[in-house]
């Protein structure tokens, strides 16, 4: 069974930088894709961006190219997501979702991460 | 890039009534769509992949169709569990990136 399993609410100030992880366990951590999708308060889904595990390769969304950097720990099964240069803007709940390599959606979710983003 | 565009917005029903979402795409997406169900406080739960394919252990009353540019889900029968946001989604060729609709609310009437 999957479970993704992400790490706790950030407060930051605007400017600052943040970095959530996704510990994937149930499965072999290269055999699927990591994504990261964000929905800001009352908002709907929006794509962040995209890592593969086992070649570190990534695509970003356009509008954060420059600000987003998706890394992993094959060692531990864990994806990080940081973002930098924060703004209000930024203030969503972040999740991270697999997708298996034979399909183009995301089959499971991590159970997702508050960023607030506050003066 | 691909634009997705869910419609109605907000669709008021009953339980045991039949609900009918749609999702257009600004561009032929072939069958590479996907459906998503989300509760409030909770990550969404994929439903349908390649547009018609129900994921696991997703109940029956759950049929996605279509092909090209016009998508549907259809809820044949509302249960009580049903009532959430629905969102479609889909992967852009080039550049590569992926991409939700805005979604569909079903709320009781």
């Known amino acids: 069974q999957v479970h993704l399993v992400q790490s706790g609410a950030e407060v930051k100030k605007p400017g600052a930088s943040v970095t959530v992880s996704c510990k994937a366990s149930?499965?072999?951590?290269?055999?699927?894709?990591i994504h990261w999708v964000r929905q800001a308060p009352g908002q709907g889904l929006e794509w962040v961006g995209r890592?593969?595990?086992?070649?570190?390769?990534?695509y970003y969304g356009q509008k954060f190219q420059g600000r987003v950097t998706m890394t992993r720990d094959t060692s531990i099964s864990t994806a990080y997501m940081e973002l930098n240069r924060v703004i209000s803007d930024d203030t969503a709940i972040y999740y991270c979702?697999?997708?298996?390599?034979?399909?183009?959606?995301?089959?499971?979710w991590g159970q997702g991460t508050l960023v607030s983003i506050s003066s | 890039e691909i634009v997705l565009t869910q419609s109605p917005a907000t669709l008021a029903l009953s339980p045991g009534e039949r609900a009918t979402l749609s999702c257009r795409a600004s561009?032929?997406?072939?069958?590479?769509l996907a459906w998503y169900q989300q509760k409030p406080a909770q990550a969404p739960r994929l439903l349908i992949y390649?547009?018609?394919n129900r994921a696991t252990g997703i109940p029956a009353r759950f049929i996605g169709n279509g092909s090209g540019t016009d998508f549907t889900l259809t809820i044949s029968s509302l249960e009580p569990e049903d009532f959430a946001v629905y969102y479609c989604?889909?992967?852009?060729?080039?550049?590569?990136?992926?991409?939700f609709g805005q979604g569909t609310k079903v709320e009781i009437k």
């Open positions: 989604q889909q992967r852009n060729n080039w550049p590569v990136t992926w991409t």
């Open positions: 561009q032929n997406v072939t069958s590479y």
């Open positions: 390649d547009a018609s």
């Open positions: 149930g499965y072999r951590f290269t055999d699927a894709f």
């Open positions: 890592i593969n595990p086992n070649s570190g390769g990534t």
């Open positions: 979702a697999t997708q298996q390599h034979n399909g183009d959606h995301f089959e499971d």
